[in-house]
């Protein structure tokens, strides 16, 4: 008889930056702390009427009949890891797939794995896919973030982000502060990125772009030095923030100002300058040198 395909929520979870931690704390320590947290995540999975499917590393696959149930979970991790000191990124997509032993087959796991992989420390990213099946007070909760291309996929994904109420009240409270800072209400920041005949404007229409080696980055830095995924910009609050993911680290060099060095941290994006995915910045000729202007149209 051929597999029957069935329509699941998938959600990966991943423990971030899971190398730093045991360089931080030593192997034994972390590898006692990282099962502990695995052991949670485990128990939130199934106290929200989910299956855990298999671990992964440091995280794991689970799959819910209900989207509503897999984003309950996904905020309850959330809330569970400052009990660790730790920062979660998780990814969500709800599409068919085939049951085997041990396991999910599907484009839809492929979909799920690479939203988790492009998310944040901190942060839970679900495909459009999920968000048109939440309930209205989990919806309240998502915001739109970007189309991200995928392999093998003609068409971008839509991701949203999903917040805590908290951060609901919090973005709402900082967008009314923002708009009475600007000297008109249709003030809009921009940010320009240029890399070898690429231009993309970011904006509050384009508030992310993924960039590094992967053919799926929102922009693809052809350079060996630079990491598949290296880094992310996000628009928040009215702000550009570069957030390094990479090995080699991020380099930006704006105006006059001292060069800074990011390794798996975030900073602001001032003014114009260039910035070295991989490597220091000697020039914008450099294969893994992207030139950025922020504007306030």
Same mark, same amino acid.
């Given at each position: ?6 329509? !699941?929520?998938? #959600? ?31 128990? #939130? ?10 671990? !992964? ?11 509503? =149930? ?16 730790? &920062? ?12 085997? *032993? ?36 989990? !919806? ?32 709402? =409270? ?66 550009? *923030? ?19 060095? #990011?390794?798996? =941290? ?20 450099? =294969?893994?040198?992207?030139?950025? &202007?922020?504007? !306030?149209?």
């Amino acid at each position: 008889m051929p597999a029957l395909e069935k329509p !699941l929520a998938l #959600l990966f979870v991943d423990i971030a930056d899971s190398t730093m931690l045991y360089e931080r704390i030593g192997n034994v320590t972390a590898a006692t702390l990282t099962q502990r947290v695995l052991a949670h995540l485990r128990q #939130l999975v199934t106290a929200h009427g989910g299956a855990v499917i298999k671990s !992964l590393g440091d995280g794991l696959l689970g799959a819910f009949p209900a989207a509503d =149930d897999s984003v309950r979970a996904a905020l309850a991790m959330m809330a569970a890891q400052e009990d660790y000191g730790l &920062r979660l990124r998780i990814g969500i997509h709800h599409g068919p797939v085939i049951e085997g *032993i041990g396991d999910l087959y599907g484009d839809a796991c492929n979909v799920a794995a690479r939203v988790q992989q492009i998310a944040r420390p901190g942060e839970i990213l679900a495909t459009e896919a999920l968000i048109g099946g939440l309930a209205p007070d989990l !919806l309240a909760l998502t915001k739109l973030l970007s189309n991200v291309a995928m392999k093998g996929k003609a068409i971008p994904i839509r991701v949203h982000q999903i917040r805590t109420t908290a951060e609901v009240d919090e973005a709402q =409270d900082s967008t009314t502060l923002g708009y009475s800072a600007h000297t008109g209400a249709n003030a809009m920041l921009t940010l320009h990125l240029s890399y070898r005949g690429q231009d993309i404007l970011m904006s509050r229409a384009l508030p992310r772009v993924t960039i590094g080696r992967e053919e799926s980055s929102g922009l693809r830095i052809a350079s060996r030095q630079t990491s598949r995924q290296h880094a992310v910009i996000d628009f928040s609050r009215e702000s550009f *923030i570069l957030t390094d993911h990479s090995t080699n680290g991020s380099f930006i060099r704006s105006g006059g100002s001292p060069p800074v060095v #990011l390794r798996r =941290d975030s900073t602001k994006l001032v003014g114009s300058g260039l910035i070295g995915f991989g490597a220091e910045v000697r020039d914008e000729g450099q =294969d893994h040198v992207i030139a950025f &202007r922020g504007e !306030l149209a």
